[in-house]
């Protein structure tokens, strides 16, 4: 029966892409560039790390021309108006200017890029034509198309794909009997692809997915990455250092695309995983989950409940002043696990694509 509505979904995206393809729709260009970071798959195959680190990269470059390039980041806010009352925050994250504001609701990728580019606007907005133009009204030179590969309408000068090596190809068939938004050819409109969490599958499984990667086009970047851990933050402004975590009985939770790639990296850093608990992509916790993530570590005598950064900023508390989660009984310390992405391979010429791509002489 998937498979049959797969069939449908196919078709669908076929037409649509036919249509820009040949210009019977037009992709809308802005006076700005565009850079996009999208992917092939549903789930997180590690966009928000690597749209952080394209923000970090074109700052670091534009300062060593002394120049002044403005930049925005434009997403469109998974859940943005649906969150339910328990998951509000008391006060949007600052940075993040959202098309729905005023619901005052937790938004994980935009408050978790707000804080990881600190002067990078982080615009909300479903319609990301009119993010655009709402970033270039307040001076953004350079667009950064978060979750953009799909989204044609809005026209980009360079579409860097994502693919996460534990699951590059969404089980080869598009949704919903796979996990695919649209077939493999698309990447054919990419000029770079990197490939995340590298680290977590075997050397041979790497050159295999590159080598599919070229047979669809050739001319592609492709690098390697991996999602480094740095650190673990507790509440209250407490830190724990990854020697720290060696050993330590660790109940695991997350609401993310990939949960299983969470949960490998901590038991990478030698903790002793108790138990874990996968809720859907953007899942907000309820008090009710809490609760059972509390009695369910407590029972299995953990000495530590830990889960990701998105997921943390998303919980029903405010953490700008490091308080104690009142969801969290404070018997046991909780906190999340922080990490950047690192490229490991092929970060030369990925770089210079970017900067070669730039406006003028580049960044």
């Not at 906190?335 to 694509?353: N, P, S």
């Amino acid at each position: 029966m998937l498979g049959v509505a797969s069939l449908g979904y196919r078709l669908a995206v076929q037409i649509r892409n036919a249509l820009y393809d040949h210009h019977l729709i037009r992709a809308i260009h802005v006076n700005a560039h565009v850079l996009s970071i999208g992917n092939l798959t549903t789930g997180g195959t590690g966009k928000t790390p690597l749209v952080i680190w394209l923000c970090q990269m074109i700052n670091q470059k534009s300062k060593i021309k002394n120049q002044n390039c403005r930049m925005a980041v434009l997403t469109r806010g998974y859940k943005a108006k649906d969150q339910k009352p328990e998951a509000r925050s008391r006060k949007p994250e600052e940075g993040i200017q959202n098309a729905e504001r005023r619901t005052r609701n937790p938004v994980d990728e935009p408050s978790l890029l707000a804080r990881a580019c600190p002067g990078v606007p982080v615009i909300v907005n479903p319609d990301r034509v009119a993010g655009a133009r709402t970033a270039i009204a307040q001076g953004a030179q350079i667009l950064i198309l978060d979750d953009g590969f799909q989204h044609r309408r809005l026209a980009r000068d360079l579409d860097i794909v994502a693919i996460d090596a534990t699951l590059p190809f969404g089980y080869g068939r598009l949704l919903p009997a796979g996990l695919l938004r649209e077939q493999l050819t698309a990447l054919s409109r990419a000029q770079a692809a990197v490939i995340t969490r590298s680290d977590l599958v075997q050397t041979d499984q790497l050159d295999q997915i590159e080598q599919t990667i070229r047979r669809i086009n050739p001319r592609l970047i492709i690098a390697r990455s991996i999602h480094a851990p740095t650190a673990v933050h507790l509440s209250n402004d407490r830190h724990l250092s990854l020697a720290d975590l060696a050993g330590k009985r660790v109940y695991a939770f997350c609401g993310i695309g990939n949960p299983e790639a969470f949960f490998q990296t901590l038991t990478k850093l030698g903790t002793d995983l108790m138990g874990t608990k996968a809720f859907d992509d953007h899942h907000a916790c309820t008090a009710k989950d809490i609760r059972q993530i509390c009695q369910e570590a407590e029972a299995a005598k953990a000495d530590l409940i830990l889960t990701t950064e998105k997921n943390w900023l998303s919980l029903p508390a405010c953490f700008a002043a490091g308080r104690e989660p009142a969801m969290f009984d404070g018997r046991l310390p909780a906190g999340y696990l922080e990490v950047r992405l690192d490229l490991t391979a092929g970060m030369e010429d990925l770089i210079q694509l970017i900067v070669d791509s730039g406006p003028g002489n580049g960044y």
